[in-house]
């Protein structure tokens, strides 16, 4: 198949609908308008697919990024299978395949030499544009908030939106930390991990860039 960007479109629609039923199985409904948006991601990643000038590789990761967040339908934000808060592991699987996509659309417009200040904008244009669409998760999370109140899912303030310390830590005054702010505390290590992923995405493009350029040929 030359170019398999349909399979690869319909295969990501109906992974999303596959978590539909399985929200309700679970009994946590609250995750189903997220993953009815997440449904539109590959549609729109098909349209982008020229001009972003995607491959299967970037396409499969940019709408497989948001299945961590829908995952949360079985509660591993309030319980994270791993050792530390699933709200991190879902902020770097989002934004890290967006930053790589990104950084090799924007390589066309490079310069040969690496360490160019044509090339140092470029990367700074990647880095502050998935900084901006990280930014308006989170003031897309507070607008739901604010509509909706509290409950499960990504425009609810629930499980993974507050204070909750390292995995297996005794934070007796938790509960103290939210009153005053858990939060803002939340959102400000939501974008330090929108950074971290930033610049590891932005890393693993730059070194596919430089492969491209400078060794294959």
Not at 6 to 24: E, K, M, Q
Not at 81 to 94: G, M, R, S
Not at 143 to 154: D, N, V
């Amino acid at each position: 198949m030359k170019n398999p960007k349909n399979l690869l479109t319909l295969i990501g629609v109906l992974v999303y609908v596959a978590f539909i039923p399985l929200a309700f199985k679970a009994g946590n409904t609250g995750f189903i308008p997220d993953v009815l948006f997440f449904m539109l991601l590959p549609i729109i990643f098909n349209w982008l697919y020229e001009l972003m000038q995607l491959n299967p590789v970037t396409f499969s990761l940019l709408v497989l990024g948001p299945i961590p967040h829908a995952l949360g339908t079985f509660g591993w934000y309030n319980n994270s299978p791993l050792p530390f808060a699933w709200d991190h592991f879902t902020h770097i699987a989002a934004l890290l395949p967006l930053a790589l996509a990104f950084l090799l659309c924007f390589s066309q417009w490079m310069d040969y030499k690496v360490f160019t200040k044509k090339n140092a904008l470029l990367v700074a244009s990647v880095f502050l544009l998935v900084s901006g669409i990280g930014a308006m998760i989170e003031l897309s999370e507070f607008a739901g908030y604010l509509a909706l109140g509290f409950g499960e899912g990504g425009f609810r303030f629930g499980p993974g939106d507050g204070f909750e310390g390292p995995v297996g830590a005794d934070f007796t005054n938790t509960d103290e930390i939210n009153n005053i702010g858990g939060g803002w505390i939340n959102t400000g290590w939501d974008l330090i991990y929108n950074t971290v992923a930033i610049l590891i995405g932005t890393l693993v493009g730059f070194v596919v860039v430089y492969w491209r350029k400078h060794v294959r040929y």
